[in-house]
Nanobody, 125 residues
Framework: QVQLVESGGGTVQAGGSLRLSCAASGRTFSSYIIGWFRQAPGKERAFVGGIRWSSGYTKYADSVKGRFTISRDNAKNTVVLQMNSVKPEDTAVYYC??????????????????WGQGTQVTVSS
């Protein structure tokens, strides 16, 4: 059974950095896409970025491009979301999700099969 567990959330000042991790277990994820999404209060879940595990190919939402970076650690079966130059509008619950298809990286959350429980990120101004 696929299990995704996010960690690393917390409170950070605007302009600072935060590193989120998504620990994946239950399958061999080499053919998967891992996506990061976020949901702010009263808003729909939105795509942040994603990574194709096999190649490391990444795709980002325009709102985070140049500030956020997604990478994977094969040895630890973990995907990392490095958040730099954070802004108050980055405040949300952040989720990682897995899509068993290897391509493309979908921005629609309904395309993903498995989800973590989420981790809160709060950016203070």
């Amino acid at each position: 059974q696929v299990q995704l567990v996010e960690s690393g959330g917390g409170t950070v000042q605007a302009g600072g950095s935060l590193r989120l991790s998504c620990a994946a277990s239950g399958r061999t994820f080499s053919s998967y896409i891992i996506g990061w999404f976020r949901q702010a209060p009263g808003k729909e879940r939105a795509f942040v970025g994603g990574i194709r595990w096999s190649s490391g190919y990444t795709k980002y939402a325009d709102s985070v491009k140049g500030r956020f970076t997604i990478s994977r650690d094969n040895a630890k079966n973990t995907v990392v979301l490095q958040m730099n130059s954070v802004k108050p509008e980055d405040t949300a619950v952040y989720y990682c999700a897995a899509d068993a298809r290897s391509f493309p990286i979908y921005s629609d959350p309904t395309e993903y099969d498995y989800w973590g429980q989420g981790t809160q990120v709060t950016v203070s101004s």
